[in-house]
């Protein structure tokens, strides 16, 4: 069974940091592309970042281009989300989620973890 465990939320001032990790386990993840979404009170669920396992192609949405960056480590099956120069708007429930080679959507989620950023 594919299991995707995100760590690393909190709280945290704006201007500040906080690095979210995703475990992932149950499989090989080699052709898998992996992503992050967020999903603020109120709002729909949103795309921020993926990588695709196998090559490390990154992709990003346009708000959080230049102070997130995702990253993975072959070795310990984990991607991480490095958010920098955090802002009140970043505030959300961020989820990991993994692509199931072959499939058009991401198929295997997360718990979430919260990060919440104050003014």
């Known amino acids: 069974q594919v299991q995707l465990v995100e760590s690393g939320g909190g709280l945290v001032q704006a201007g500040g940091s906080l690095r979210l990790s995703c475990a992932a386990s149950?499989?090989?993840?080699?052709?898998?592309?992996m992503g992050w979404f967020r999903q603020a009170p109120g709002k729909e669920r949103e795309f921020v970042a993926a990588i695709s396992w196998s090559d490390g192609s990154t992709y990003y949405t346009n708000s959080v281009r230049g102070r997130f960056t995702i990253s993975r480590d072959n070795a310990k099956n984990t991607v991480y989300l490095q958010m920098n120069s955090l802002k009140p708007e970043d505030t959300a429930l961020y989820y990991c989620?993994?692509?199931?080679?072959?499939?058009?959507?991401?198929?295997?989620w997360g718990q979430g973890t919260q990060v919440t950023v104050s003014s």
């Open positions: 989620a993994a692509q199931t080679p072959g499939r058009v959507q991401y198929d295997v």
């Open positions: 149950g499989r090989t993840f080699s052709s898998y592309l």
